[in-house]
């Protein structure tokens, strides 16, 4: 199995006409001159399976998170563990309040506001949505500097990320960073195959925001594309 690192297009066996971009392609190297209609009928069955076929495709994401880092990312990240920085769940309604004065003065510098009340989060933690979110404070000498919100949907083994935030006087020492990497350690912990850090485009989808595209891919990421269906009204 070749994992491409950019999509290549090839042209469809049914239709020349037509265009497909590949990430995965499969080199068949056969040893009997008459098995090639078997071993066709296997892989497609095989690639019908969504699970294997995200393993696949995720298969190049080392088992030793900081591996799949930029340089950078690596070196911020070592840094904070020099610094003594630790991430843990949130526990109590203080700690979720903290982390969201937190979440306030980060949104604050882009001029909006969380989508989430305070109540309204508590409400999560507390009652509506108690085994389907997570909360999680990275500290600094027991000071909550960043934080973050995790939705869980174990049916499709992914965790997605609601809110990261961090204080910004702590922006020298790059706990957003540190918090990225802990959120993948933790999922990784609880069994989630996938992290999902959420959007990366402006404007409901029409501009892609580069720079933060780029600093998710530095983590190791991947992107997808989501598609949006509208009705037509009467």
Not at 181 to 199: A, F, H, N, Q, R
Request: hydrophobic share 35%; charged share 25%; net charge negative.
């Amino acid at each position: 199995v070749c994992q491409l690192k950019n999509k290549v297009e090839f042209k469809s066996m049914e239709d020349a006409d037509e265009s497909v971009n590949v990430k995965l392609a499969f080199v068949l190297g056969l040893n009997q001159p008459h098995s090639q209609l078997t071993i066709l009928q296997e892989l497609m069955q095989l690639i019908q399976n969504k699970e294997t076929v995200d393993a696949l495709v995720n298969a190049n994401y080392k088992e030793d998170i900081l591996s799949n880092f930029a340089q950078g990312k690596r070196t911020n990240v070592h840094n904070c563990i020099k610094e003594g920085l630790v991430t843990r769940e949130l526990e109590t309604d203080d700690e979720i309040k903290v982390f969201y004065d937190i979440l306030c003065e980060n949104l604050a510098k882009y001029d909006t506001k969380p989508v989430h009340t305070i109540e309204e989060l508590l409400e999560f933690k507390n009652d509506r949505l108690k085994n389907e979110c997570g909360f999680f404070g990275t500290f600094l000498d027991n000071e909550m500097i960043a934080g973050s919100m995790m939705f869980y949907f174990p049916k499709v083994s992914c965790a997605h990320t609601q809110y990261l935030a961090a204080r910004q006087a702590y922006n020298k020492l790059s706990p957003m960073t540190y918090m990225y990497y802990s959120m993948i350690e933790k999922m990784k912990d609880l069994g989630y195959k996938k992290v999902s850090w959420g959007t990366a485009t402006e404007n409901l989808g029409q501009y892609l925001n580069t720079g933060l595209i780029t600093s998710k891919e530095d983590f190791g990421s991947r992107y997808c594309n989501n598609l949006t269906y509208y009705i037509k009204g009467e």
